[in-house]
């Protein structure tokens, strides 16, 4: 497996912006997709948006897509998540994922079996 340390979330106003970095370690030589998940009280956890190794295949829930931008860096094993124009609802726990030897996107979490220790992203109005 993929082991994932999370960092880049926090407090911020509506309409402001967080970086959140997922920087990956293990076996992660023969490629592995990535994935951004959140959580939020009472809800069920949802795909945020996710990315092939390559980087040329991505996918946004709709509630995020032209706000928030996945990338990647292979050589620093560093997975990124840029959001944009964040909204109160967008507050929940934010969770990187991974599955070593799979390299299209993916959107679903079953397809991943490595997981960061989630970090709490809070928007407030």
């Known amino acids: 497996q993929v082991q994932l340390v999370e960092s880049g979330g926090g407090l911020v106003q509506a309409g402001g912006s967080l970086r959140l970095s997922c920087v990956a370690s293990?076996?992660?030589?023969?490629?592995?997709?990535m994935g951004w998940f959140r959580q939020a009280p009472g809800k069920e956890r949802e795909s945020v948006a996710s990315?092939?190794?390559?980087?040329?295949?991505?996918y946004y829930a709709d509630s995020v897509k032209g706000r928030f931008t996945i990338s990647r860096d292979n050589a620093k094993n560093t997975g990124y998540l840029q959001m944009n124009s964040l909204k109160p609802e967008d507050t929940a726990v934010y969770y990187c994922?991974?599955?070593?030897?799979?390299?299209?996107?993916?959107?679903?979490?079953?397809?991943?079996?490595?997981w960061g220790q989630g970090t709490q992203v809070t928007v407030s109005s």
């Open positions: 994922a991974a599955r070593r030897g799979i390299r299209v996107v993916s959107s679903r979490d079953s397809d991943y079996d490595s």
């Open positions: 293990g076996r992660t030589f023969d490629g592995y997709a």
């Open positions: 990315i092939s190794w390559s980087g040329g295949g991505t």
